[in-house]
Structures are given as C-alpha cells and as structure tokens.
C-alpha cells in the first residue's frame, strides 16, 4: 500500500474529512484508525477489513505527520488566483470570514480561501488591482478542495494571526471596558445596557446600518469600504463619543 510522506501528498478535501473524524463516533480505536488509512490512501473502507491491528498499527505509525500541522504560510498564489493581503480587506470581506472563522475554518476552508484568493491585474500606473467581491465564495470552493492542503491551510494561520493583531489594535471597538458596580442600574443605565445586548444580537447589522444612515439601499456602498477605514472611524467615534 502507497502511503503518504507528509501533508504535501494530501488534499484540501481529505484534510477536512481527517479534521472531521472523532474517535468516540466509531466504537474503537480500530475502526478509526481504519477510517483514517482509508481517506489518505483513498481506499474504499472494505477493502482494508482484512487488515490485522497489526499491520493497522504500522500502517498509522508511518503517518505520523498527523500528528503535526500543515505548513502556516499563505501560498502567494493557487493557479491564476492571488491571494489578497488581509490588510486590503473590505468590510464586507471581513464579515464574511468572522462568520466562516466562528462557524468552523476548517470545515469551511475552501470558502475561506475561494474569497481570499483572487484575480488580479496591473493597471497602466503599476498599481495591482483585485477582483471585486461580487461573487458567493461557495461558487469557487470547488476551485481549492483538490489543491494540496500545504498550498491551502497557511491561509487559517495567517488570518488568525492578522485578527489577533486587530483586535488589539482595536481593542476598545471589540472589546470595551464594562464596569461592574454590583449596583442595580438606573433608568439611563439599563437602556445603555439593553442597547448593548442589541448590538450582541444584531452585531455587523447593526454597525452597517448605523454607517449607512439608516437607509438600507446604501448597506453595499458600507461594505464595500475598506476595513481600516471603517474601524478608523468607528474608532474616532467611540472615543469621541460622537
């Protein structure tokens, strides 16, 4: 049997699926293993029964590079898709990739990297341009889920590292001082509070249409601003107070 060296023999789609797999799911150590074997050999789970625990233990123990994770470096670019640095994220990008981030980036990795991989041209000046975001990300993940997981996964590392940062950054946007006087609140403070738990719910809603003036129409022209500016300004405005 032809076993794979390291994560660069493995695709995007048999990463999700190893990721996916939970040991108390199958009964036994055995049958898991076996499930294993079977998604990085791309092997029909039959025709491995006749294994014994044996040959099934030397087998895993060749593929202890699972072990480990695939490299954390975002391959510059997949075929003729580049990927675009976070710092150049529009609002709307973001949001989507917090909603893909809190909802499991493994699981939604080839989403995550068909809206982070783009087309890109020079205009007349030299200046790089992207693709617009006018397309749903679901219709491109087709596009990574056969590229090697080692040109894919950097991507997760990459956008964690680049959030960190924001948040710090931004740490009075994400994460404001509350203070807690174990006092029960007046009237002022218990609509400031019930306000709060608003936008909790609401969250990016709620901030895309107070930008936009509430007026509805104008939620792609918000989303469309640059990420930076738009923490900027909510920035300016939280300290202001305005």
């Known amino acids: 049997m032809q076993l794979p060296k390291n994560w660069g ?3 995007t789609n048999q990463f999700i699926e190893l990721k996916a797999l939970k040991e108390e799911d199958f009964g036994s150590l055995f049958l898991y293993n076996l499930e294993v074997l079977s998604i990085v050999t791309d092997t029909d789970p039959e025709e491995l029964e006749d294994l014994s625990p044996e040959e099934l233990v030397d087998y895993i123990y060749e593929l202890n590079f699972l072990r480990r994770e695939p490299s954390k470096s975002a391959t510059e670019k997949i075929n003729d898709l580049h990927f675009k640095p976070f710092m150049l ?3 709307g990008e973001f949001i989507d990739l917090e909603y893909y981030f809190s909802n499991d980036f493994v699981s939604n ?3 995550i990297c068909a809206l982070c991989y783009r087309k890109k041209s ?3 000046w030299g200046v790089e341009t992207f693709e617009p975001y006018r397309f749903n ?3 491109r993940a087709y596009l990574f889920e056969y590229e090697t997981i080692t040109n894919t996964y950097g991507v997760i590392s990459e956008y964690l590292k680049f959030r960190a940062e924001l948040m710090q950054s931004y740490e009075n946007l994400f994460m404001p001082d509350v203070e807690d006087t174990g006092e029960d609140l007046d009237p002022e403070d218990l609509k400031e509070e019930q306000e709060e738990q608003k936008f909790k719910k609401w969250g990016w809603e709620k901030v895309i249409y107070d930008l936009a003036g509430e ?4 939620a ?3 989303t469309d601003l640059p990420l930076i500016m738009v923490l900027n300004f909510m920035s300016m405005k939280y300290e202001l107070q305005v």
């Open 220 to 222: 792609d022209q918000i």
């Open 109 to 111: 990795l080839t989403n």
């Open 122 to 124: 020079v205009n007349e």
């Open 215 to 218: 007026d509805i129409t104008k």
């Open 89 to 91: 994220l529009k609002l």
């Open 9 to 11: 023999s493995l695709t």
């Open 137 to 139: 990300p679901s219709d």
